[in-house]
């Protein structure tokens, strides 16, 4: 490693060497001393590939095993106890196989999850066990009821019965149970208060009626009942689990690296959440400032627009501040990390923030609406059979029985399962298509949705320039430009670049820090770079009016001369997204923290009346708040540091992938890809969820309708109790599989085209 | 009805066995990956080695 390491002077003027990477931040170690380390592996589509990467991973020295997790696209390699764990050999034994992976660290909301996840299955596992067993036997007391059963075989069974009931109960009930008595003490009722009560009462009943030699027991309601509601409990939780996977995966290979300087004046690659504020940390041409910081040494122009939606690069000095996630077009900056608190624009951004979120958190879930309805009904239902009951002369024995059955009856199987599934089913639909939701109550708000705002820079168009139409500029220029591009790091170099793939690099280039790169082609000087170095400035007078939204690059190739316009260009799709929002009926505004000479023409060519620039933060929330005023829903679109607070005080917010971390974390979904469509889709598909959730409680309110007055009327015997549960459930999770149709076409932005060559940039 | 002395301790036994198997690949494991347990099904690894290479590569 010591052969890497630079002297504080030389890594200043020598920007490309290379730093030593040190990744003791994500290497576990088990009390035996077997070192672990998880990666984020991406490209992996088929089965071939574990294979090939657990085959590939396991051939290296000192790696004991590699395990691929095929659902969360997780490699986890484990080394032998005395070898010396080399992960840089795993990253790049995968880069010869052709996969990109990220270190990754399990947060311990995710490993709280998983725990979770397991106990969930283990519960449903033992009421599944106890619902069947029971099933057994109560199917015999059932038949012989109306045979020849002789009531001792009947309690022997009933005994049984109970048995398995009562154990099982009491552990697969926990989940309700907890919750039950959580909501209970902060004086509030939820959907497990009745579950509660209604279990334990069918399981007291049950017990009691065995005792007094009875026909009917309601152990096999009971137990079915917590198998059915563990089941939409687990398929919650599941969906949430893995949408969080897929964001710690995204995190992961969107965590960036920071050059930082140690005491001793090494240059370390570290992940930028290890540095501290007060590190102090290089930046080169090219790459994006990992933290917020004070430059102390170096000149540079920065690229602000993922910052503040600003397309024009600004110079920054010593004594600036550079925010994270601008980029660096071209020389070498040393920063001091700073905190946030210590810089105005960050604090706007954070205060905000706060304000936006405490606002946020009214909205009531859909199935917490129906809850709070429903769960006092059905109590006052009950008590008011068993008065009635009484009062019609009935014994209190059979009156509590009567009770009892109005509580199994209408226990919410249907209802507990109505909204889960559906969201299950349409969250798998809208990851296919490139979408992952954040929030479970995503898809109700986003169906709410009437007013689509929009960011310009980075939503409305591409995160990276690129090249734009070059037809007037002569062949020879445009190949020379292409093939002195590719010795620069300068990102509107890149773009011109990444315009002419087929391009070859010169043998000789100079590059002169500021200006350019020149070379020698065919016997000619070309260069490439600012109007000024190539000698025609003249040109880019007259032109600069006309593109005031592009960045000018001029390339010289002996006398000729010529001027490519290089700017963000829109999403590829972003005319038809547009116009199929206009077409729903949806008012659709621009928010723009941009100039106004960049905005209009992006506004003009989209057709959209309302636009703002130059937009502050507050600015943004400002107008927001007079859309939602007196609308439903404002969904918002943003992918810069400065839309975060917008996105947080939206009714519900998405991001694309390559927006800034604080942002992306605000959004309630994230997209994936360079298209615009998936926010089309993610209405389309919300709506119909919402749909199919309505029509969900409907079928769950249907069936109380016809169940509890012959519940009331006490005509519902055991068999016909596990009958309508089950009936009701199968009904509702059908239903809820139609979810699934609507993505349809959608699945174009797909898994696979998506982050990768973004990130890369 | 002396027939129920085996037949309910031999059914009862055999969900227990059933629930043991479950929290059994519970613990392994074999919940955490269901994705990748229904592809894993075509992998060669079970072959001879230079078996699965060729395969591989076609």
Redesign the interface.
């Given at each position: 490693m010591d052969a890497q390491a630079l002297p504080l002077s030389a890594a200043a003027s020598l920007p490309a060497s290379p730093a030593a990477q040190d990744y003791s931040l994500f290497l576990r170690r088990d009390p035996s001393g077997q070192a672990e380390m998880a990666f984020a592996v991406e490209g992996i589509d088929?089965?071939?590939c574990?294979?090939?990467i657990e085959d590939a991973c396991e051939a290296l020295p000192g790696v004991a095993r590699a395990r691929?997790?095929?659902?969360?696209h997780r490699l986890t390699i484990g080394w032998d106890a005395r070898a010396e764990p080399r992960p840089e050999d795993v990253l790049a034994a995968l880069a010869k196989t052709g996969y990109r992976a990220w270190p990754f660290e399990a947060g311990r909301l995710e490993e709280m999850d998983n725990a979770t996840s397991?106990h969930l299955?283990?519960c449903l596992?033992?009421a599944g066990?106890a619902a069947?067993?029971i099933m057994?036997l109560s199917v015999s007391v059932w038949s012989g009821n109306v045979t020849d059963i002789?009531p001792e075989?009947r309690d022997?069974f009933h005994w049984?019965s109970a048995l398995?009931a009562l154990p099982a109960a009491a552990y697969a009930g926990q989940p309700f149970f907890q919750s039950a008595v959580r909501a209970l003490k902060a004086h509030t009722l939820n959907m497990d208060v009745p579950i509660t009560l209604g279990v334990l009462l069918a399981l007291g009943v049950s017990v009691f009626e065995t005792l007094n030699h009875a026909e009917h027991a309601y152990f096999d309601s009971a137990v079915m009942l917590l198998f059915f509601l563990l089941g939409g409990r687990y398929l919650d939780h599941a969906m949430r689990r893995r949408t969080r996977a897929e964001a710690g995966n995204l995190a992961a290979l969107k965590a960036v690296s920071a050059n930082r300087f140690e005491a001793d004046g090494r240059l370390v690659t570290v992940p930028a959440a290890a540095v501290r504020p007060g590190d102090e940390v290089m930046l080169r041409a090219g790459e994006r400032a990992p933290v917020d910081g004070l430059v102390l040494s170096g000149t540079a122009s920065v690229d602000e627009s993922l910052v503040t939606g600003e397309t024009l690069p600004r110079r920054v000095a010593a004594g600036d501040t550079v925010h994270a996630g601008s980029l660096v077009h071209d020389g070498v900056l040393r920063l001091r990390t700073i905190a946030a608190g210590e810089d105005t624009f960050l604090d706007e951004i954070e205060r905000l923030l706060d304000k936006a979120s405490t606002a946020r958190g009214r909205y009531i879930r859909l199935a917490d609406r129906a809850a709070r309805l429903y769960a006092p009904m059905v109590h006052a239902t009950a008590l008011l059979a068993l008065i009635g009951w009484l009062i019609a002369g009935a014994s209190l024995h059979q009156a509590v029985l009567i009770a009892v059955a109005v509580l199994i009856i209408t226990c919410p199987c249907a209802l507990a399962l109505a909204v889960p599934a559906v969201q299950v089913v349409a969250a798998g639909t809208l990851m296919r298509a490139g979408v992952l939701i954040n929030a479970g109550d995503t898809f109700e708000r986003l169906a709410e949705v009437d007013t689509v705002a929009f960011d310009k820079t980075g939503t409305l168009t591409l995160p990276e320039p690129s090249l734009s139409d070059t037809s007037n500029v002569p062949a020879p220029l445009l190949a020379a430009a292409a093939r002195l591009a590719l010795a620069s790091t300068h990102p509107l170099a890149r773009a011109i670049a990444a315009a002419h793939p087929e391009a070859r690099p010169l043998a000789e280039v100079r590059e002169v820090p500021g200006a350019g790169v020149e070379a020698r082609i065919e016997g000619m000087t070309a260069r490439l770079g600012s109007p000024a170095f190539c000698g025609c400035e003249a040109l880019a007078a007259a032109r600069a009016p006309e593109a005031p939204d592009a960045s000018l690059v001029a390339v010289r190739l002996g006398d000729a001369c010529a001027l490519l316009e290089v700017r963000q260009a829109l999403r590829p799709d972003a005319a038809e997204v547009i116009d199929a929002l206009r077409a729903e009926g949806l008012r659709l505004v621009l928010l723009s923290g941009d100039r106004r000479e960049a905005v209009a023409p992006v506004a003009a060519r989209l057709g959209i009346k309302d636009w703002w620039a130059r937009m502050r933060p507050a600015d943004k929330i400002a107008v927001l708040e007079s859309l939602g005023a007196n609308r439903r829903g404002v969904l918002m679109v943003g992918d810069g540091l400065n839309d975060a607070p917008a996105l947080a005080s939206a009714h519900v917010s998405l991001s694309p992938i390559s927006a800034a971390d604080v942002t992306r974390a605000q959004a309630d979904a994230v997209f994936l890809g360079d298209r615009l469509a998936p926010v089309v889709v993610a209405l389309r598909i919300a709506r119909r969820a919402r749909h199919l959730m309505r029509q969900n409680l409907m079928i769950a309110v249907a069936y109380n309708l016809v169940a509890v007055p012959l519940a009331v009327a006490g005509h519902v015997t055991p068999l016909v109790a596990a009958l309508a549960m089950s009936g009701s459930s199968v009904i509702v999770t059908l239903n809820a599989l139609r979810a699934r149709q609507g993505g349809g076409d959608a699945a174009t932005g797909g898994r696979r085209s998506p982050a990768g060559e973004k990130v890369a940039a | 009805m002396s027939v129920l002395l085996y037949l309910v301790p031999a059914a009862l036994s055999l969900g227990l066995l059933g629930l043991a198997a479950f929290l059994w690949s519970l613990r392994a494991g074999q919940y955490d990956d269901l994705e990748g347990a229904a592809v894993r099904v075509l992998s060669d690894d079970d072959l001879h080695e230079d078996i699965s290479d060729r395969n591989r590569h076609e």
């Open positions: 088929c089965a071939a574990i294979d090939e691929l997790n095929y659902t969360t397991r299955l283990r596992g033992v066990f069947m067993n057994l002789t075989t022997f049984l398995i | -």
